[in-house]
């Protein structure tokens, strides 16, 4: 399939949607939110003296993103070009994952805390902008245990059809859904900030509502019903992709 069929694919138009939630959700997780201060801090210079100002908080942003979203795409893209090599055993592959997507909803909503823990590296880039891509690859590397449940969701609905140009676009979906909120915080728009104070007096229920999606998504996947929505999707979306 081509990277044109690949976008008005029904299956993508429903993977992304639920790719920037995931990434939504792994920034509003219990390990990330209460960092952003301080990684923002960090990757602005300011926690080593240098004076803040907006520009340099949201340059430091965006490297930060950049630096972890370069791990999570590959990752994304090696899990699209395996799933084309095990599309055999596409079936048995997409319930056995379906099984795992529900005991992660599980352990997003906190039933399962045994998982529920990060990998911290002792070593730390040096403060600023010149740290900041280091920093997001130590962040995706050190945190991926903790953010796991909504990463490895992602991972098979990249990895599903074996399509390299799919898990990109469902990648980058997911990226930017953990990536844009920390740029906001940066430019420091009041409404972002009222947001996320909201969202920490309900965290229990936003941790919750994350966990009950995968948990469904889940469902979907062991039961068989993920192909058969995939498969309507496209059929609607190829209907009016077709000329008159």
Known sequence: MDPGEIVISGGLWFAVPIALAAGLMSFLSPCVLPLVPGYLGYVSGATGGTPRTRSRMTLGALLFVAGFSL???????????????????????MRIGGVLIIVLGLVF???????????????????????APLLGILFALGWTPCISPTLTAVGFLAGYGGEPWRAVLIGLAY????????????????????????VRRHIRAVNIAGGVLLVIIGVLMVTGLWSVIMSELGAVIGGFSTPL
């Open 71 to 93: 791990v999570f795409m590959a990752v994304f893209v090696l899990a699209g070009t395996v799933g084309r090599f095990l599309l055999q055993y596409g079936d048995l592959i």
């Open 109 to 131: 909503i906190g039933q399962v805390t045994v998982l529920q823990r990060q990998v911290k590296p002792t070593w730390r880039p040096r403060t600023g902008l010149v740290g």
């Open 175 to 198: 990226c930017a859904g953990l990536g844009v909120p920390f740029v906001l915080v940066a430019l420091g728009f009041g409404w972002v900030g009222s947001s996320l104070g909201w």
